[in-house]
């Protein structure tokens, strides 16, 4: 697109000032005397595909909820699209995307009947260079539901409907689109078609905020994971960023004269040529693990739903260098 | 065009759909079947048992009331129940993440509940009204009658159905409502005149919608001789829109608030904890 058509088109969508989609500061959420969220921070840039992961009950959904303006937060500052969600209007709803966990209304709706319906809500809100809604043959055929275009919502399978939820989500061709625990309960193959769906969104620059508690899901779809645990952001940054910081030590083991031996380092290159030097031929049975991403989030999740760990020390796993 | 009306009109094709569904899903189409058989059948027995000094039959005394019951019962009880299951099943979080919605939610819910009642009244009416003898043979200024007395019921049925929608937490408590529904169908003069009540009793039924919706839709279906079995002798049309305009009023006012206390409450941890209880109860 060239920028002189870009500009024709500004004055009737009003575009960000920057390319920060959300903006999330200290956020704090309180449920009668318990804290739920002690103060959440991170960001969100245009096109970003940033997965929010944590175990069941990490506030996740409370987190989502919040902005997207569904649910009043205790404290904190949140911008959602420029607006703060608390006081968004008809016309920052109409740039959203929402799919909510367990959609089971509109049973005897039909697919492209209730797409075309909803879809219409968003007509008021189309401009040059946002058209609104999506063509509905297109849509359906982009989420895969063609064959199912005249099927009353009700008798989808489970991933059928799944996709359907997207589609409702993206009808109004949202810039930035909410998704809580898009894929639980998918089988694989559902799952993987899913996540080419939200990656092709993604290139087609809108901003992407998904939460799960699966781990390999996060590291599949993520340009950026936030970890969520004990109501805070312990971890944010790209899976190998991550990886990284998760498997700075590393485990060597080995056996000397038949003897096995175990040592946790930093350096497992230096730690290994040392000992090489030192004993030469007697070392046998050679190994160097370097803890995964998934041994140490499920370290974590083991650990805080135990109750054992507080949101300091999990975000001590990451080290400091990831806040 | 605004985009609240944008969204009116698009709850108003809304409304047409689900009638178009409503009488097309197997289900919901019993439910109406049912519901008629359920008024015809006392209608058939005491089709022509004399009404003492009226000048007409049981069954012709009943045939108009029990059009009015259903008018009220659809407005207030469906209203309700759609309300409260739509709150579970994510049909009102579903509208409230579009622009303007509520709005056309709303508006779609008032169409469908409109002409559910509408067909739910015509249904045991086409039947009944070859049972009975002397129903709906008054001419022009008898239907004049159900011209006001039908668009009022349903003002001041509907948004009293859409307060109790809003404020109980789930459809099965709109289930145990009904029992007192019964009672007060009882006490509003559906089945027998309320003349035949004990007076404080009669004064309780008078106090609601049920009693003056039968009241009215016996004003207009039924011979004007038949009015010697209503109290005081008279069809009472002032004191119909008077009752019945009250209610809407007191429904108009409540209900836009509640609703939006309602809706903005709504949320998708409210929905799952619901849905976690309905769970529950089930296994």
């Known amino acids: 697109m060239t920028t002189a058509h870009a500009l024709s088109g500004a004055g009737s969508s009003p575009p960000s000032d920057s390319d920060t989609v959300i903006e999330v500061r200290d956020l704090r959420m309180r449920y009668r005397s318990q804290d739920v969220l002690k103060g959440v921070g991170f960001t969100a840039r245009r096109g970003e595909v940033v997965v929010l992961l944590g175990p069941n009950g990490a506030g996740k959904t409370t987190t989502i909820e919040v902005l997207e303006g569904f649910r009043m937060r205790s404290a904190g500052d949140v911008t959602v699209l420029g607006t703060d969600p608390a006081r968004g209007d008809e016309r920052w709803r109409a740039r959203l995307g929402i799919v909510l966990q367990s959609w089971r209304d509109h049973g005897k709706w039909r697919v492209r009947e209730l797409l075309a319906h909803l879809g219409s809500y968003y007509a ?52 930035l689109l909410f998704l809580d625990e898009p894929t639980a309960g998918l089988d694989p193959e559902a799952r993987s078609e899913f996540h080419g769906l939200v990656r092709g969104l993604a290139d087609e620059n809108t901003t992407v905020l998904l939460t799960t508690h699966d781990l390999a899901e996060a590291e599949k779809l993520a340009d950026r994971i936030l970890i969520l645990a004990g109501g805070r952001i312990v971890a944010d940054g ?20 038949g003897q096995p031996f175990e040592e946790a ?41 135990a109750g054992s760990v507080p949101g300091e020390r999990a975000a001590h796993t990451f080290g400091e260098e990831s806040r | 065009m605004s985009p609240v009306w944008y969204a009116a009109k698009a709850g108003v094709r809304r409304g047409w759909t689900e009638l178009r569904q409503t009488f097309t899903t197997g289900q919901d189409v019993f439910g109406y079947a049912l519901w008629t058989v359920l008024l015809i059948v006392p209608l058939f027995l005491v089709r022509d ?75 045991p009416f086409a039947v009944g009204v070859f049972l009975v003898d002397g129903v709906a043979r008054q001419g022009g200024g008898a239907l004049l009658t159900l011209v006001w007395v039908v668009p009022l019921g349903l003002l001041a049925t509907l948004p009293m159905g859409a307060v109790i929608g809003s404020l109980v937490d789930s459809p099965r408590t709109i289930g145990l409502l009904m029992l007192p529904v019964m009672g007060l169908v009882v006490i509003s003069g559906i089945y027998f005149p309320l003349s035949k009540l004990p007076e404080w009793l009669q004064t309780v039924g008078q106090i609601f919608p049920v009693y003056w919706l039968g009241l009215g839709l016996r004003a207009a279906l039924l011979p004007a001789e038949a009015v010697a079995a209503e109290l005081g002798e008279s069809w009472r049309h002032l004191e119909t829109a008077g009752v019945l305009g009250a209610w809407a009023v007191a429904g108009l006012l409540l209900a836009p608030s509640v609703l939006r206390r309602m809706a903005r409450r709504e949320s998708g941890a409210a929905m799952a904890e619901r849905h976690r209880k309905a769970m529950q109860r089930v296994g």
Do not use: N
């Open chain 1, 265 to 305: 380092t930093a350096e497992p290159t230096r730690f290994v040529r040392r000992l090489f030097e030192e004993h030469g031929e007697t070392i046998g049975g050679l190994e160097v693990r370097r803890a995964s991403l998934e041994d140490t989030y499920l370290t974590m999740v083991r650990e805080l739903e």
């Open chain 2, 49 to 123: 048992d004399p009404l003492k000094g009226a000048g007409i039959s049981a069954g012709a005394f009943m045939l108009p009331s029990m059009l009015g019951m259903t008018l009220a019962f659809t407005g207030m009880m469906t209203t309700a129940q759609l309300l409260a299951t739509e709150r579970e099943d994510g049909t009102l979080l579903r509208a409230k993440a579009v622009p303007h919605g509520m709005v056309g939610h709303l508006v779609g819910k008032i169409i469908m509940v409109s002409g559910t009642a509408l067909v739910s009244m015509a249904l």
């Open chain 1, 124 to 175: 008021p809100y189309s401009t040059t260079l946002v058209r609104r809604p999506w063509d509905v043959d297109e849509l359906i055929a982009a989420v895969g539901l063609t064959e199912q275009a005249d099927k009353r919502v009700g008798t989808l399978s489970g991933g059928q409907r799944r996709r359907f939820d997207v589609a409702v989500g993206i009808v109004g061709r949202p810039e």
């Open chain 1, 238 to 257: 790209a899976a190998e960023e991550l990886s990284r910081q998760a498997s700075a030590e590393a485990t060597v083991r080995w056996t000397r004269d």
